[in-house]
């Protein structure tokens, strides 16, 4: 009678059984030999014959967890155990994509071209602009940081005037004098968010005295920017954008 035919379940985890053992065989192999002990030593300090690190050194056949634990505490290391990163969790930076997301959908349909962390100094990519938006009919270009939350409040105020003044640069070399450049910020209207925008009022009204409601029209059906700054709410969901009603307002 033949055996019965194995499974591709059973057939791939074997395989990753087998590379889990070599590794761990590798690792307390390369360890002990960092620390220039020798089998017996290493048995000593966790407590286990040296016929049993042997093994384990050799293929690591039994992984048993108490063994493991034992070893790894005479070697100083810690013990884990885990799943790798499941593929459908969000990525560390999700909301924010989610944010940029929606600024570059809403900006094709008011006649934008999009482009998505655009560098302002091609020698340092990380100095970059998280959306811009540009309509070459109208010479202009919008400056669009997106917001899930926030940390230094001054520094990123900063970091948005020196990114706006290197676009500025840009859209003189495009245009001349004819080009126009805009800055808004698009932020996340979580509950945090919006408790902080409500502590600091007049900071922000400061910042950003452009209309929003003229700012939103500007991004939802296109235009000339307004010539100050802007800030505009997006919902939680990242799925639509509403107006920030300054103090006083």
């Known amino acids: ?30 360890a002990r030999e960092r620390r220039t002990w020798t089998q017996e030593e290493l048995a000593r300090r966790a407590g286990v014959g040296r016929q049993v690190v042997s093994r384990l050194e050799r293929d690591a056949t039994r992984l048993d967890v108490d063994l493991l634990q034992r070893v790894g505490i005479a070697l100083g290391r810690r013990l884990e155990f885990g799943f790798g990163r499941d593929p459908l969790e969000h ?13 570059l959908r809403i900006g094709r349909g008011s006649g934008y071209s ?16 998280d959306v811009c938006l540009a309509a070459r009919a109208r010479r202009c270009l919008v400056m669009c940081e997106c917001w899930n939350t926030f940390g230094d409040i ?4 900063r970091s948005s005037t020196r990114k706006l003044a290197e676009l500025e640069d840009l859209a003189a070399a495009k245009w001349g004098a004819d080009g126009k450049v805009g800055l808004i910020w698009i932020v996340r209207a979580t ?17 950003f005295p452009g209309s929003s409601r003229a700012w939103l029209r500007v991004l939802q059906f296109g235009g000339i920017p307004p010539a100050e700054p802007g800030l505009v709410w997006c919902d939680v969901g990242a799925t639509r954008l509403f107006e920030w009603r300054r103090p006083g307002i």
């Open 1 to 30: 009678m033949s055996s019965p035919r194995r499974t591709d379940l059973a057939i791939e985890a074997d395989r990753r059984l087998r590379e889990l053992r070599a590794r761990i065989a590798g690792e307390v192999r390369a």
């Open 91 to 103: 990525t560390a930076d999700a909301w924010h994509l989610a944010i940029q997301e929606l600024v």
């Open 114 to 129: 999009g482009t998505f962390e655009l560098p302002t100094r091609p020698a340092d990519p990380w100095r970059s602009i």
């Open 154 to 157: 001054g520094a990123a105020a």
């Open 191 to 207: 509950a945090r968010n919006r408790a902080l925008l409500g502590r600091y009022p007049e900071v922000f009204a400061s910042r």
